[in-house]
């Protein structure tokens, strides 16, 4: 394979192809790599931890799965992760860009040590940027010409947590990187857009079904969804033409308190 060769192919009405997917290695990152690779998607799993990752790609023994260990926020590993996938399947027509933490929880903010921003700055926004910055590099020189990059938001992107300052900040950063590089990328068919979750049902979210801190000082219990109704709207966005796009979508629990958040 090279670079040059034929792009995102047609499943009957769906169009699947190369995808990058970081944070791959648990949570909304594995369940979205476990779908495109149950929708005959290729894809090259970024994380941190190579065991996780293969422990998402077995499960779609018969899926074309690439582990590549990634610290997102580390520029020469965001250089191998995308050389490495283009080597192996030629070209990138998906980013979703995944990777994230939220840091130490429960802090206030004139507690919150220095290097634990700097940690959540470089994951999620820093790390966000250069996984976008090498997919659009490769989606601008390939041929055909042009891709889709998925930016995991929040419903932090739009409405804070309590003791949340680090998160909140990224995520509403975030918002504005979609939305210059969905400008940015109109020329070369370069489609950006942005899910916005609430309440998936993870790890990081396991804390929610027992109690959550709310904006009024109680701690509360709340409603998660499962996570693949996620998966299923990352794809549904993944597979549309790219003279479509979806440029913000919140997928969230129904009863989640977040409209009325505050």
């Not at 580390?74 to 250089?79: G, M």
């Not at 940690?119 to 020189?141: I, P, S, W």
């Not at 794809?235 to 979508?249: C, D, G, I, K, T």
Request: aromatic content about 4%; charged content about 20%.
């Amino acid at each position: 394979m090279n670079a040059k060769q034929t792009g995102a192919k047609q499943t009957g009405a769906k169009q699947t192809g190369i995808a990058v997917v970081t944070g791959a290695g648990s949570g909304i990152g594995r369940a979205v790599a476990v779908e495109l690779l149950r929708a005959g998607w290729s894809v090259a799993l970024a994380g941190r931890r190579v065991e996780t990752l293969e422990e998402t790609a077995a499960l779609v023994p018969e899926g074309a799965a690439l582990a590549v260990r990634t610290d997102v926020a580390r520029p020469e590993d965001v250089s191998a992760l995308f050389s490495t996938t283009v080597e192996r399947f030629g070209r990138v027509d998906l980013l979703f860009n995944n990777a994230g933490t939220f840091g130490p929880g429960g802090v206030p903010v004139e507690e919150l040590p220095y290097d634990a921003w700097r940690h959540v700055v470089d994951t999620n926004l820093n790390g966000a940027f250069l996984c976008a910055q090498a997919a659009y590099r490769q989606m601008k020189e390939q041929e055909p010409q042009g891709g889709r990059i998925i930016n995991n938001g929040s419903i932090s992107a739009h409405t804070p947590r309590p003791h949340s300052a680090a998160y909140t900040a990224t995520k509403h950063a975030l918002t504005g990187l979609t939305k210059s590089l969905s400008l940015d990328g109109r020329p070369y068919r370069i489609a950006v857009g942005q899910i916005d979750i609430g309440n998936a049902a993870t790890d990081m979210t396991a804390r929610m079904q027992t109690g959550a801190l709310q904006a009024n000082g109680e701690v509360a219990p709340e409603p998660v969804m499962d996570v693949a109704d996620v998966a299923r709207t990352v794809r549904h966005m993944a597979e549309l033409p790219l003279e479509a796009n979806v440029q913000f979508a919140t997928v969230l629990a129904t009863a989640m308190p977040y409209v009325g958040r505050g």
